[in-house]
């Protein structure tokens, strides 16, 4: 097909069918659904149950009330829907792709290959974990009686955002190398592992761990750094030091899926 | 090794010798153990990754050990470092990952070669299972030294009963882990992808078992349900006999048992029916 539009334009229809292909392809798997709606039901009610218990005798956890914390877990469910949505279906397939050498075909699109290999699939299933997460981000925030103005809700929405795009360079980065380690599947499930340290308040670890979150592995910017903006408690520093970690997360991914590609020898050489 | 080798057809007249077709056990498991073992040895760079992927209850502990709640309930932090130590351990020693390798034999058609050789099928996965434990085992030791340098507070006290006891309990839970997971992989025969249904399991698992706080902590109605359920048992139970905290020993014991009791005809049941499925596929 000669299709002669160029920019932005050829990349929003090529997502568009990208996605309603493989909207089509899962829909073959009805019964999905009813397993991942209860399977997220159930993640949530545990994720719940384990955060009352340090909250059984009235205390707080590392300074957060119960509410407060409840925006945390919020977060961090959402983050987890949003990786089965479209971390896991795209960047795992990656890991597979350079094993069988159908990676070759991905480069000879004419099309940018790091947004082909980041957005090809969609995966609805993690849908209802995404939709609990953010009402429970909205329970908290209520209960908690937090009323953060138009300005702060717009600081929040982007660091939400920039924690989105930290964890997507995380996950990237770790399945570019398997162009050179083939077999790096295991190092998203440690990955997987690490995240789940979002779901409690920062400040619940001893300052060791804190230190490791925030400044090595920057968990603390996916959950508890929006948490904050979202409890109107955020400071420019923060803002300032996500979007720049943001950014600066994005350009290393990019920079390393180019040298990957330069080293990429195929499967068979 | 195998040094008996079949004769080779003699030009003498005297009869052709029958090779003995008893095989001892032993011999057998010692084959399997060998040869899964080498497998294992090949994927030790994965397994590696796997094991550090499973470092949840130290994280735990780093909750737990500065949480007001725990002080709260009276448990002081030796007992959680203990706890949370004893945990990481289990969790190493009981995971079991045979769904994911009979699903993918399954689909790619290596089932039916496997399935015409006079072991049954479990034997192979279980053999694989202890083969990738003894790979992990350099690995978690040294896990549990860097532990135990960073806080001395968690080396177990010396109960050779209890620590005996521990064992025993750990691999009971490990096969009994195993025994529910594979009475969901034969539902394989029925269905190519059981492996969502193994999630529904697990979910319940993860919370239950132990690994993310000891049950003593649970309140009160759900603590009794949850030591009934046969999670407690894959974590809680070793995990509990090693760091010799509190503990009802006989009634953890008895539900172990009882479970592995229900799950082992369960098991052999799903297993025969599911091969005469198999068998009226493929004909």
């Known amino acids: 097909m000669m299709d002669r539009r160029r920019g932005l334009g050829r990349y929003g229809l090529s997502l568009l069918r990208f996605w309603s292909v493989s909207l089509a392809a899962q829909m073959e798997y009805q019964l999905n659904l009813i397993i991942e709606v209860v399977a997220s039901i159930a993640t949530l009610a545990g994720g719940l149950f384990t955060l009352s218990l340090?909250?059984?005798?009235?205390?707080?956890?590392?300074?957060?009330?119960?509410?407060?914390?409840?925006?945390?877990?919020?977060?961090?469910?959402?983050?987890?829907?949003?990786?089965?949505?479209?971390?896991?279906?795209?960047?795992?397939?990656?890991?597979?792709?350079?094993?069988?050498?159908?990676?070759?075909?991905?480069?000879?699109?004419?099309?940018?290959?790091?947004?082909?290999?980041?957005?090809?699939?969609?995966?609805?299933?993690?849908?209802?974990?995404?939709?609990?997460?953010?009402?429970?981000?909205?329970?908290?925030?209520?209960?908690?009686?937090?009323?953060?103005?138009?300005?702060?809700?717009?600081?929040?929405?982007?660091?939400?955002?920039?924690?989105?795009?930290?964890?997507?360079?995380?996950?990237?980065?770790?399945?570019?190398?398997?162009?050179?380690?083939?077999?790096?599947?295991?190092?998203?499930?440690?990955?997987?592992?690490?995240?789940?340290?979002?779901?409690?308040?920062?400040?619940?670890?001893?300052?060791?761990?804190?230190?490791?979150?925030?400044?090595?592995?920057?968990?603390?910017?996916?959950?508890?750094?929006?948490?904050?903006?979202?409890?109107?408690?955020?400071?420019?520093?923060?803002?300032?030091?996500?979007?720049?970690?943001?950014?600066?997360?994005?350009?290393?991914?990019?920079?390393?899926?180019r040298m990957a590609l330069r080293h990429y020898t195929s499967a068979s050489s | 090794m195998n040094h008996q080798r079949s004769p080779a057809p003699e030009p003498t007249t005297r009869p052709l010798q029958?090779?003995?077709?008893?095989?001892?056990?032993?011999?057998?498991?010692?084959?399997?153990?060998?040869?899964?073992?080498?497998?294992?040895?090949?994927?030790?760079?994965?397994?590696?990754?796997?094991?550090?992927?499973?470092?949840?209850?130290?994280?735990?502990?780093?909750?737990?050990?500065?949480?007001?709640?725990?002080?709260?309930?009276?448990?002081?932090?030796?007992?959680?470092?203990?706890?949370?130590?004893?945990a990481l351990v289990a969790r190493q020693f009981t995971v079991v990952w045979v769904i994911y390798a009979f699903e993918e034999d399954n689909l790619l058609g290596r089932l039916s070669p496997l399935l015409l050789q006079p072991l049954p099928l479990a034997w192979r996965y279980w053999a694989a299972h202890l083969a990738e434990q003894a790979t992990r085992l350099p690995l978690v030791a040294a896990m549990v030294l860097l532990f135990v340098a960073a806080v001395p507070a968690a080396a177990p006290p010396l109960d050779p009963m209890r620590l005996l006891l521990a064992l025993l309990a750990l691999h009971l839970g490990f096969c009994l882990n195993f025994l529910m997971q594979y009475a969901i992989t034969m539902l394989c025969f029925w269905n190519e992808r059981v492996s969502a249904l193994e999630r529904l399991q697990a979910i319940p698992q993860l919370f239950l078992s132990g690994l993310l706080a000891p049950l003593e902590l649970f309140p009160e109605p759900l603590r009794a349900v949850a030591l009934h359920t046969p999670f407690p048992a894959i974590i809680y139970l070793p995990a509990q006999l090693a760091a010799g905290g509190p503990i009802a020993i006989g009634p953890a014991f008895l539900n172990l048992f009882g479970w592995l009791a229900l799950l082992l005809p369960l098991n052999l049941l799903l297993w025969r029916a599911g091969v005469r499925r198999y068998a009226a596929l493929g004909a």
Request: proline letters at 6%; a positive charge.
């Open chain 1, 54 to 257: 340090f909250y059984a005798h009235g205390q707080r956890l590392g300074g957060w009330s119960w509410e407060e914390a409840l925006v945390v877990l919020g977060l961090s469910t959402f983050l987890d829907g949003f990786s089965s949505t479209l971390l896991r279906p795209n960047l795992g397939e990656l890991v597979k792709q350079v094993q069988n050498g159908s990676l070759d075909f991905v480069l000879l699109k004419p099309i940018d290959s790091q947004f082909w290999v980041s957005l090809r699939n969609w995966s609805p299933w993690g849908m209802p974990e995404m939709a609990l997460g953010f009402g429970l981000v909205l329970v908290g925030l209520v209960r908690s009686g937090a009323r953060p103005g138009p300005g702060g809700v717009l600081a929040a929405l982007l660091l939400w955002a920039c924690g989105v795009a930290i964890l997507y360079s995380l996950w990237f980065i770790l399945a570019a190398t398997s162009i050179w380690f083939v077999k790096v599947w295991n190092a998203t499930e440690v990955l997987r592992s690490l995240v789940g340290v979002g779901r409690y308040p920062i400040s619940a670890y001893p300052p060791a761990l804190r230190l490791l979150f925030t400044a090595v592995v920057p968990i603390a910017f996916l959950t508890n750094v929006p948490a904050e903006a979202l409890l109107g408690r955020t400071t420019p520093f923060w803002c300032a030091a996500s979007a720049g970690l943001a950014l600066v997360a994005l350009i290393c991914s990019r920079l390393l899926w």
């Open chain 2, 18 to 86: 029958r090779i003995p077709m008893r095989r001892s056990p032993l011999r057998i498991a010692r084959t399997l153990l060998v040869s899964q073992y080498a497998l294992m040895v090949e994927f030790r760079a994965e397994i590696v990754l796997w094991a550090l992927s499973g470092v949840m209850p130290l994280l735990m502990y780093a909750v737990w050990s500065g949480a007001p709640a725990g002080a709260a309930a009276g448990v002081n932090p030796q007992q959680f470092a203990r706890y949370f130590l004893a």
